[in-house]
C-alpha cells in the first residue's frame, strides 16, 4: 500500500523489538489499546486466533504507515481479521464529509472513528519532541471511543486465548526494560560511581526515563544480584 509516504517496515519480532526500544511506553500502550478494542468491534463475535507477533507487527504498520481515513482504517483491520480466519462485521458505508460533531454518525460510528483519530493522534505524539498534548488527547479519544462502543478488550473475551489484555507485547516490554537496567548497570560502573542516587541524577533522562529513583532502585538490585554471584 502506498500512502504517499516512505513508511518503516517491520516485518520480524527481532525488528519489532529493536524498534519498540526506542519507541515512547505511553504511545505503544494507546496504541495497542486501540488496536485491541478496534478488532474486538470489527471482528463482532466471530471466534478467530492470532499471535502476539501478529498483533505486533500489526499495530506497529498502523503507526508507522497510518491509515489516511476511516475507509483505509476500516479495511486495514479488515484484511487483519480475515487473513487470521476471522469474520468482519458488516457495516454500513461510513458517511461522507464526517467529522466528529456530525449528526449522521451512529453511536458506534462515533466510536469507530474515535478510535481512528486516536491512533492518528498517537502518530502525530511519535513524530513530534516531548508533545504531551497529542498523547493525552489520543487517550481522552481512546477512551470515548471504548465507552460508545461497549465493547471489553478482544485479548479476555473468547476471541484469544494467549495472553491477558495487560501481558499486550509484555514480552518484548520486558525485554526493553531488562535492557535499559542493564544499560544502567554499565554506566553506573563505567562511571566509578558511590552513590546509586548520585549515578541516576546523571544518566535517567539518558534512559528515557521521568524520574532518577526508578533508575537507582534498579542500581541497587543489580548490585546486590552481582555480589551474591
Known amino acids: 500500500m502506498d500512502n504517499g509516504k516512505n513508511s518503516l517496515k517491520i516485518n520480524t519480532p ?20 486501540a488496536v485491541d478494542i478496534a478488532i474486538a468491534f ?38 487483519f481479521i480475515l487473513e487470521n480466519d476471522g469474520n468482519f462485521r458488516k457495516l454500513n458505508e461510513f458517511p461522507k464529509g464526517y467529522n466528529a460533531k456530525n449528526k449522521k454518525l451512529t453511536k458506534n ?12 493522534h ?8 516531548d508533545d504531551n498534548y497529542n498523547l493525552n488527547r489520543a487517550n481522552f479519544l481512546l477512551g470515548h471511543g471504548t465507552a460508545l462502543l461497549g465493547i471489553e ?54 534512559l528515557g526515563l521521568k524520574d532518577p529513583m526508578t533508575v537507582s532502585k534498579w542500581l541497587s538490585k543489580m548490585d546486590r544480584e552481582n555480589i551474591k554471584k
Not at 498517537?122 to 519532541?129: E, G, L, Y
Not at 566509578?192 to 541516576?200: D, F, H, L, N, R
Request: overall charge neutral; some cysteine; charged content about 30%.
Open 14 to 33: 527481532d525488528e519489532a523489538l529493536i524498534y519498540l526500544k526506542s519507541l515512547n511506553d505511553g504511545i505503544w500502550d494507546c496504541v495497542t489499546n
Open 42 to 79: 470489527y471482528a463482532s463475535k466471530s471466534k478467530f486466533k492470532f499471535s502476539i507477533d501478529d498483533f505486533v507487527l500489526f499495530s506497529i504498520s498502523l503507526l508507522e504507515d497510518e491509515p489516511k481515513y476511516i475507509f483505509e482504517f476500516r479495511d486495514r483491520f479488515k484484511k
Open 109 to 120: 460510528e462515533d466510536g469507530e472513528l474515535s478510535l481512528y483519530l486516536a491512533l492518528k
Open 122 to 129: 498517537c502518530v502525530i505524539s511519535k513524530n513530534a519532541t
Open 153 to 206: 478488550s478482544v485479548i479476555i473475551n473468547s476471541l484469544h486465548n494467549e495472553v491477558k489484555a495487560h501481558d499486550l507485547g509484555g514480552k518484548m516490554k520486558a525485554q526493553k526494560s531488562k535492557d535499559k537496567q542493564e544499560k544502567a548497570y554499565d554506566l553506573f560502573k563505567a562511571g566509578g560511581y558511590t552513590s546509586y542516587a548520585s549515578c541516576a541524577r546523571d544518566i535517567y533522562e539518558q
